[in-house]
């Protein structure tokens, strides 16, 4: 990492810093100050969309430690989500529990079922392994809607009951808007350790060569399992923090394609960077709005192309943009950002 003239290290604490320099302190705090004023100087468009950024940023978080850092392909990310939010919703409603048990709770059960489905990465990797993730996306919501109905609810709706910390109830969208930003910044910071630990270095290891990484003494069966239950907790959490801002979850909401749009995610984002599950959920959440106000105004200047067309213009879009960048800058999001960095912070001897 680069520093400003005059500014360098002087100790090994320094050196292994998250945030190095006082300016960046700085800047980090405002920015969270700022994520916080939002629901008291804007209006609920904008903390709707703040939120849903939150939430699936935590999800792509998990899959970034499972797919981007350890290289073990899971297409199964929102049935691990729905095992979160059932656990989360379940415990609160029925057996009262407070959220600050429930929210871990609900990582730790997402966590053990990752393990779970997890076991096959030791002998399969890759496409086929790909494929066991996605058996779990469609056996997590069948046992959802099927044995477990009386306590899940089936395929109907299950109401969440409000949050409640310590005697105090989040009900209003403020509230819980900021409950959402804090638990998001605590899991980054979470994630941004585990990369920088000597697990998050082996997990890289297992994603560059696997008979080099056990060559080097490191066991492939354990940091494997290690990372699917990681992903699969973070998994959990964003569940938990979606049925609590939805307030209503069903199996509906959790679906193969939310998926698959969320590898896509991770992948135009840069898969295997900090910065990946943060970028991709804001370009996409963005590019799902910009749609919307879009479809229904294309189909009015071009009638000839039909409902059907405008209506699909959001799966359109998502598949071109992930084939673009895959073509053109397979580094994603989060290398464009670095250039752009480099190029001002050497401006204007940028050569």
Not at 185 to 190: E, K, V
Not at 257 to 275: E, H, K, N, P, R
Not at 278 to 295: P, Q, Y
Not at 327 to 342: E, F, N, T
């Amino acid at each position: 990492m680069s520093f400003p003239s005059g500014v360098f290290n002087t100790s090994y604490v320094q050196d292994m810093m998250i945030l190095r320099t006082r300016s960046q302190r700085v800047v980090l705090c405002i920015f969270m100050l700022g994520l916080l004023c939002v629901p008291w100087v804007a209006g609920q468009f904008w903390v709707n969309m703040l939120c849903t950024i939150a939430t699936t940023s935590v999800a792509l978080m998990g899959l970034n430690i499972l797919t981007g850092y350890c290289g073990q392909i899971s297409v199964g990310n929102t049935g691990f989500m729905a095992i979160g939010a059932y656990t989360s919703a379940i415990l609160a409603g029925q057996l009262g529990l407070p959220f600050w048990l429930c929210l871990p709770c609900a990582g730790l059960t997402a966590g053990v079922m990752g393990i779970l489905f997890g076991l096959p990465s030791l002998k399969v990797k890759g496409l086929y392994l790909s494929l066991t993730t996605i058996a779990a996306q469609f056996i997590i919501i069948y046992l959802i809607k099927t044995p477990f109905e009386k306590v899940t609810g089936g395929a109907i709706s299950l109401d969440v009951p409000p949050v409640s910390l310590a005697g105090y109830v989040f009900e209003s969208e403020k509230q819980i808007y900021c409950l959402l930003m804090i638990v998001t910044f605590l899991m980054a910071f979470i994630f941004r350790n585990i990369i920088r630990s000597n697990v998050g270095r082996a997990f890289l290891a297992i994603h560059n060569n696997e008979i080099a990484a056990e060559a080097m003494g490191i066991n492939l069966y354990r940091h494997k399992l290690l990372a699917f239950f990681i992903g699969c907790f973070y998994c959990g959490i964003a569940g938990s923090l979606l049925s609590v801002y939805s307030k209503v979850i069903s199996p509906d909401d959790f679906t193969f394609s939310g998926s698959v749009w969320q590898l896509g995610m991770l992948i135009v984002g840069g898969m295997g960077t900090t910065l990946a599950p943060f970028l991709g959920a804001i370009f996409f959440t963005v590019l799902d709005e910009v749609v919307l106000v879009a479809s229904p105004l294309i189909s009015i200047v071009i009638p000839q192309l039909g409902a059907q067309v405008t209506a699909s213009m959001m799966e359109m879009l998502f598949g071109l943009t992930i084939l673009v960048f895959l073509v053109y800058q397979p580094r994603g999001l989060a290398h464009m950002w670095d250039i752009m960095k480099s190029f001002w912070s050497r401006w204007p001897f940028s050569y």
